[in-house]
């Protein structure tokens, strides 16, 4: 808890304001994600209390975005795939790619498999992103490959 108290006090400082402006809630949340690669659970209040805005209008931000991920505490994970879920990629196969990987890649392990709904590569479609690089086209031995 003490990262989230630092970095809403850095924020404060930037902004010179205790009260932080709801406009920075995203940026903040980002900054947390990017320190501990997870909102925790129990900074909802802490956070509801530095923008003075409730803790629904903060936990409604955190659910909204899928790169925002709200947990107890963080994952084994040491890869993360995210498969896009839209239309594009369903008629381009990505249910059974995504069988195929949650079949290679049990969860729990040191790979992760999300389900995005959109990662803007409907052209190339099925598409994933493997360490924030989005790649289009993609069979489970070229995820395998980009995971060796």
Request: charged content about 20%.
């Given at each position: 808890m003490?990262?989230?108290?630092?970095?809403?006090?850095?924020?404060?400082?930037?902004?010179?304001?205790?009260?932080?402006?709801?406009?920075?809630?995203?940026?903040?949340?980002?900054?947390?994600?990017?320190?501990?690669?997870?909102?925790?659970?129990?900074?909802?209040?802490?956070?509801?209390?530095?923008?003075?805005?409730?803790?629904?209008?903060?936990?409604?931000?955190?659910?909204?975005?899928?790169?925002?991920?709200l947990?107890?505490?963080?994952?084994?994970?040491?890869?993360?795939?995210?498969?896009?879920?839209?239309?594009?990629?369903?008629?381009?196969?990505?249910?059974?790619?995504?069988?195929?990987?949650?079949?290679?890649y049990?969860?729990?392990?040191?790979?992760?498999?999300?389900?995005?709904?959109?990662?803007?590569?409907?052209?190339?479609?099925?598409?994933?992103?493997?360490?924030?690089?989005?790649?289009g086209?993609?069979?489970?031995?070229?995820?395998?490959?980009?995971?060796?």
């Open positions: 003490q990262k989230i108290e630092n970095i809403i006090e850095q924020q404060q400082k930037a902004l010179n304001s205790q009260v932080l402006p709801e406009s920075e809630l995203l940026q903040t949340l980002i900054l947390i994600q990017q320190e501990l690669s997870y909102i925790p659970k129990n900074s909802i209040s802490t956070l509801a209390e530095a923008f003075n805005i409730s803790r629904a209008d903060v936990h409604g931000v955190v659910t909204f975005y899928d790169d925002l991920k947990q107890d505490a963080p994952s084994n994970a040491k890869k993360i795939i995210r498969v896009c879920q839209a239309e594009a990629c369903q008629s381009m196969g990505v249910r059974q790619l995504m069988q195929e990987l949650e079949s290679a049990p969860k729990d392990g040191e790979i992760s498999i999300e389900k995005v709904y959109c990662l803007g590569n409907c052209a190339l479609a099925p598409a994933a992103m493997i360490d924030n690089q989005c790649y086209n993609v069979s489970i031995s070229q995820i395998k490959n980009l995971l060796a």
